[in-house]
């Protein structure tokens, strides 16, 4: 079945540690995002990708890094950077057309501690 | 600047209908979405509304008024399954979506 998928599901770091988490589409779609969710918020987009080894920043992006070098994948590294990176992580691809809904992976949960 | 409002919280009982309210400010309008999200999951689409009017879909139907700003997702019949946080998400006029931050539905028997 075509999908999206992320991993890990949970990842703890210690502070001062980079970690990246894995998106993968085999949707065949070009355009694919990365949210961040804090409780209280909606959605924040961190960077998106519209096509393969193309990406720009979203509103958040400071503290983050990702790469695009194969259409189906879209990791974001979470660098030490990042001040408070303890959030759930979602990762997104539109679907093409007119309405342009966004089909989500599961998440990832990063806790820093 | 660009603001989407919903209610923090809304409880309703099993069977009843509710409406879930969504205000917004946002520069250039291209479609209004609402997605449902389960407690520690992702969100899923559940519609879209960019003329003025009613969608309705099952037992989840979708209101858009443009020219006030505003927006309803109704749910009939509900479902202790039904218990969610609901993401109001506005297009404006660059593509980008604006995300309110969400009315989580709790449901009682």
């Known amino acids: 079945d075509g999908g999206i998928t992320q991993s890990p599901k949970y990842l703890f770091r210690k502070e001062g540690q980079n970690v990246t988490l894995s998106c993968e589409q085999n949707l065949n779609h070009d355009a694919m995002y990365w949210y961040r969710q804090d409780p209280g918020q909606g959605l924040r987009l961190i960077y998106y990708?519209?096509?393969?080894?193309?990406?720009q920043k979203g509103d958040i992006a400071e503290g983050y890094s990702v790469s695009r070098e194969k259409k189906e994948s879209f990791p974001l590294t979470v660098t030490s950077a990042q001040k408070n990176p303890t959030a759930f992580y979602l990762c997104a691809t539109p679907r093409p057309g007119d309405t342009g809904e966004l089909f989500f992976g599961e998440g990832s949960r990063l806790t820093v501690l | 600047g660009q603001n989407i409002d919903q209610p923090t919280e809304m409880t309703a009982t099993e069977g009843a209908i509710v409406q879930i309210n969504c205000t917004y400010q946002t520069s250039g309008f291209n479609g209004l979405f609402w997605y449902q999200q389960h407690a520690g999951e992702a969100p899923t689409f559940l519609s879209y509304n960019v003329l003025d009017g009613l969608e309705e879909k099952g037992r989840f139907s979708s209101f858009l008024s443009r020219s006030k700003g505003y927006s309803y997702l109704l749910l009939k019949e509900l479902q202790m399954k039904d218990s969610a946080s609901y993401l109001c998400a506005v297009m404006d006029s660059n593509y980008q979506l604006i995300w309110g931050a969400g009315t989580k539905l709790i449901i009682k028997p």
């Open positions: 990708s519209q096509i393969v080894n193309d990406f």
